[in-house]
């Protein structure tokens, strides 16, 4: 069982950044793939990032150039830098575990454990 908690979220203007923390504990962090998802009002929860073992990483379409994941196995801590902020970025942010190591799955559904997400919230 692995227990994670976001962090980072709030308040941030179009154009604006945010660095969101995904804190891991009860696995061995440096073994386990990760992703970001997001859910904004009355859609359906979809992949933002991930990143694997390796430290190779994933984007969606729609952050690709704009959002950076990162990882520190010291820390058992997975990060997204989010640059250039969009009114359509404002969801609440999930990070969780991939069933697959390595996987880079985009399904929510492939994805074991789950955070209780944070919020983003960007103003025009």
């Known amino acids: 069982q692995v227990h994670l908690v976001e962090s980072g979220g709030g308040l941030v203007q179009v154009g604006g950044s945010l660095r969101l923390s995904c804190a891991a504990s009860g696995g061995t962090f440096s073994t386990l793939s990760m992703g970001w998802f997001r859910q904004a009002p009355d859609k359906e929860r979809e992949f933002v990032a991930a990143i694997g073992t390796n430290g190779l990483t994933w984007y969606s379409d729609p952050v690709k150039g704009r959002f950076v994941v990162s990882r520190d196995n010291a820390e058992s801590t997975m990060y997204l830098q989010m640059n250039n902020l969009k009114a359509e970025d404002l969801a609440r942010y999930y990070c969780?575990?991939?069933?697959?190591?390595?996987?880079?799955?985009?399904?929510?559904?492939?994805?074991?454990?789950w955070g209780q997400g944070t919020q983003v919230t960007v103003s025009s």
């Open positions: 969780a575990v991939d069933k697959f190591q390595d996987g880079f799955s985009t399904k929510a559904s492939e994805y074991l454990y």
